[in-house]
Every structure is written in structure tokens, then in C-alpha cells.
């Protein structure tokens, strides 16, 4: 999930809270990082 803080936007995991990355100065930007780390997520080992 994506969360506006004062300092600026940040990534944060939606059952832990952790911070993902960030602060980033945009949304978009935000939105980006929060793609890559889906794509880990999902992304399985050989």
C-alpha cells in the first residue's frame, strides 16, 4: 500500500506495516516500486 507522509510517499506492506521503500517524492513513483515489488512477490524459484 501506498501512504503520504510528511517527508513524502512510501511503500509499505499491507500485514506487516514494513517499510518497502521510499520516501519518494511522487506518486508515480511510489506506484512503480510498489509494482516491483509485487512482481518479487509473485515471481517463484526454479
Given at each position: 500500500?501506498i501512504?503520504?507522509k510528511?517527508?513524502?510517499?512510501?511503500?509499505?506492506?499491507?500485514?506487516?506495516?514494513?517499510?518497502?521503500?521510499?520516501?519518494?517524492k511522487?506518486?508515480?513513483?511510489?506506484?512503480?516500486?510498489?509494482?516491483?515489488?509485487?512482481?518479487?512477490?509473485h515471481?517463484?524459484?526454479?
Open positions: 500500500m501512504v503520504k510528511q517527508e513524502g510517499y512510501f511503500v509499505l506492506s499491507e500485514k506487516t506495516k514494513r517499510n518497502l521503500g521510499g520516501p519518494y511522487t506518486e508515480e513513483e511510489a506506484k512503480k516500486r510498489l509494482r516491483q515489488v509485487e512482481f518479487f512477490k515471481t517463484k524459484k526454479a
